[in-house]
């Protein structure tokens, strides 16, 4: 089982950031560095989107195009801690974030949307 709980969001302003954390507590036998990882949000009707992925080692990322050159994905596999730096803040940002988790394959690992453990989400809000 991977249970994943994030933390960080809040209220901003448009044009300031925000870092968001999720810590990872894994009891199926599986290391840490065994996943990929990723954010996904939410916004009130809209569809879900995938933000960002990580591969296990951390050296390689994928960004949603609405998201590029503004937010980070990184990881610290030391701490089973995922990371969204998110800056220059947008209205359109505001949504609920979540973090996820796979078992990594070379195949997919880009497609956030279908990775099977989610953790319970974290609020951001831009205002402008």
């Known amino acids: 089982q991977v249970q994943l709980v994030e933390s960080g969001g809040g209220s901003v302003q448009a044009g300031g950031s925000l870092t968001l954390s999720c810590t990872a507590s894994i009891t199926n036998g599986d290391t840490y560095n065994m996943y990929s990882l990723g954010w996904i949000r939410q916004a009130p009707g809209k569809e879900r989107e995938g933000v960002a992925a990580?591969?296990?080692?951390?050296?390689?990322?994928d960004y949603a195009e609405s998201v590029k050159g503004r937010f980070t994905i990184s990881r610290v596999n030391a701490k089973a801690t995922l990371y969204l730096q998110m800056n220059s803040l947008k209205p359109e940002d505001t949504a609920m974030y979540y973090c996820?988790?796979?078992?990594?394959?070379?195949?997919?690992?880009?497609?956030?949307?279908?990775?099977?453990?989610w953790g319970q989400g974290t609020q951001v809000t831009v205002s402008s």
């Open positions: 996820a988790a796979a078992r990594f394959r070379s195949d997919t690992w880009r497609r956030v949307l279908e990775y099977p453990s």
């Open positions: 990580i591969v296990p080692g951390g050296g390689v990322t």
